[in-house]
């Protein structure tokens, strides 16, 4: 998008011949919105400009307010609203004199939404003139990151004289297909342009706009992108299943203004990033998101892999607040929460303490279930201790055969079945100690009576402890802003942010090596964070109710 920026200081240096008939209000508006373009504070301009594209306004300027809020939204990502502000600016003003210059970002805003046909369509439609040779460049730029084969063939069918099209073609063909139709194509192509399949690679990868990597060190502020499947279409119907994701962000958005008291400012910018290459890699050459110091997020798989080499040639951070994935860390990915290995580990330490060193494992159905349950078997062995069963589901078989075996303790791994495995292991009467997941119970609904027995311990690496000073704070914080009581995920996402930012704010941009000789750091809601031995948080609880409370045991 490099061209909007030129189209921009054209448009610019022939204002000021305009500008003295125009009323000194709007003049004094206009000028701020166009001194945060060039400073590129792009919200900051659709603040000022978006009153100046009012209809009630007749002068000079309004068709560069409109090209001007067109251009901000479309750096702030906000593709629709930048589309919108064209369309009115074509409908009110078709024959404004730089009306060319807006079709030209039109064309931007339709390659960024990677609707290639409309977009080439558009540029086509401009006149040859002094941006020609940027719309092919533009053209060149998008249509290299085009994967469908079919969508060039369309293209290539409709202007079978553009050699961009054709050279575009030509190397998806060679790199993708097998087809012999295509492969007679591209030859074709070969012929008639003259075009060099070897050099085509080369050139594609030229074409790729300069990393634009934000300065490391200490700042004044800091921007922080978060990247969540936020759907919010889907809140308040009978389909919502992403609440979670909303209270993340609602406990980001908290500890931003926590952090604001503790002078530390952070910039969020909030973008909906699904499972899906698309929905990262049109980020990718958005301005404002280039200037990111830290990323929340993705939490996909699939987009995380982009975000992931995408942040690793600048050297940004990701955070993942939800992942146990050990496999996510590389780069500079930190997990909020430990790895499953991390958790296998610290379970396995606490349960030194009981003997024999056999162990009992039963599991549930699902796969972060069983994916802890084999991974603590493996380290136990690798440590000792005898495996007496690894078994999935609980059963009357299984009493009987944990009654004559005995066992040192019994782990019970059921992501969401707490309750059960109590009501089990009480009617049991076995006499071996048992460890089970917190929050596989659900707290605001299970009795006290649910959690007896002097032998029962419960772990978990999100336990909001409410006899700490922060925890309450922030949930009387929470309540009065949203009327509600905060969820596990609120908890994690504020701490989440807290914790970073304010290694933002004591390190800089460039923090691993503060984060990584930092202590234990608690004063948090869900316990603390430890990255001294790995970039997964080693932080985990182990509890024990007794007088009707839960208290960690040391």
Not at 270 to 287: C, F, H, Q, T
Not at 311 to 336: D, F, G, M
Not at 460 to 480: G, H, I, K, W
């Amino acid at each position: 998008m490099c061209r909007t920026i030129i189209l921009f200081l054209g448009i610019f240096f022939t204002l000021t011949s305009i500008a003295q008939t125009i009323p000194e209000e709007y003049q004094q508006a206009y000028q701020k919105g166009e001194r945060a373009i060039r400073e590129k504070k792009y919200e900051q301009a659709r603040e000022y400009f978006a009153p100046l594209t009012s209809s009630r306004y007749q002068n000079e300027l309004v068709p560069y307010s409109h090209y001007f809020m067109a251009l901000a939204s479309l750096k702030s990502n906000k593709l629709a609203e930048s589309r919108s502000y064209l369309r009115q600016l074509e409908t009110r003003y078709p024959k404004w004199n730089k009306i060319d210059e807006a079709r030209y970002l039109y064309a931007n805003i339709l390659f960024e939404e990677k609707q290639y046909i409309p977009a080439v369509d558009a540029l086509k439609r401009l006149p040859d003139s002094r941006i020609s040779e940027d719309a092919r460049t533009m053209e060149n730029y998008y249509l290299s990151q085009c994967t469908d084969i079919s969508t060039l063939k369309q293209l290539n069918a409709k202007y079978s004289t553009d050699p961009v099209i054709a050279e575009n073609l030509v190397y998806l063909i060679r790199k993708r297909s097998s087809s012999k139709a295509d492969l007679d194509l591209a030859d074709k192509l070969i012929n008639r342009f003259s075009i060099k399949p070897k050099a085509i690679e080369k050139a594609i990868t030229e074409k790729k706009p300069t990393v634009n990597v934000p300065a490391k060190g200490k700042k004044q502020s800091y921007n922080v992108a978060v990247l969540f499947p936020f759907r919010l279409n889907e809140l308040g119907t009978s389909n919502n299943s992403n609440q979670f994701i909303i209270d993340l962000y609602d406990g980001i958005q908290m500890a931003v203004k926590k952090l604001q008291k503790e002078s530390v400012t952070i910039n969020i910018q909030a973008y909906e990033v699904d499972n899906s290459e698309a929905s990262m890699k049109r980020l990718i050459g958005n301005e404002p998101f280039q200037q990111t110091d830290l990323l929340i997020g993705p939490l996909y798989p699939i987009s995380y892999e982009i975000a992931s080499a995408w942040a690793a040639e600048r050297n940004i951070p990701i955070v993942n607040p939800i992942s146990t994935n050990s496999s996510l860390l590389k780069n500079l990915t930190y997990l909020t929460q430990p790895s499953t290995e991390s958790q296998a580990k610290a379970l396995l330490q606490f349960a030194n303490r009981f003997t024999p060193k056999t162990t009992y494992i039963t599991y549930g159905s699902s796969r972060q279930d069983s994916l802890l349950a084999v991974t603590y078997a493996s380290l136990a062995k690798e440590n000792g201790f005898k495996i007496l069963g690894l078994k999935r589901g609980l059963s009357e078989t299984i009493t009987t055969d944990l009654k004559a075996q005995k066992p040192g303790h019994i782990l019970a791994l059921y992501q969401n079945s707490g309750p059960s495995v109590m009501s089990w292991y009480n009617k049991s009467t076995l006499p071996s100690p048992l460890l089970v997941s917190y929050q596989s119970f659900n707290m605001a609904t299970a009795s006290a009576y649910t959690f007896k027995g002097p032998q029962v311990y419960f772990f978990d690496s999100m336990y909001a402890n409410d006899a700490e000073p922060v925890t309450l704070e922030f949930r009387q914080q929470y309540l009065n802003t949203y009327n509600l009581f905060p969820s596990t995920y609120a908890y994690l996402g504020y701490d989440t942010m807290l914790f970073f930012g304010r290694m933002l704010g004591k390190f800089g941009s460039d923090f691993t090596k503060g984060a990584h000789s930092q202590a234990y750091t608690n004063g948090y809601t869900l316990g603390g964070f430890d990255y001294r031995q790995s970039n997964d948080n080693q932080n985990f609880t182990i509890l024990k109710f007794s007088n009707y409370q839960f208290i960690p045991v040391k």
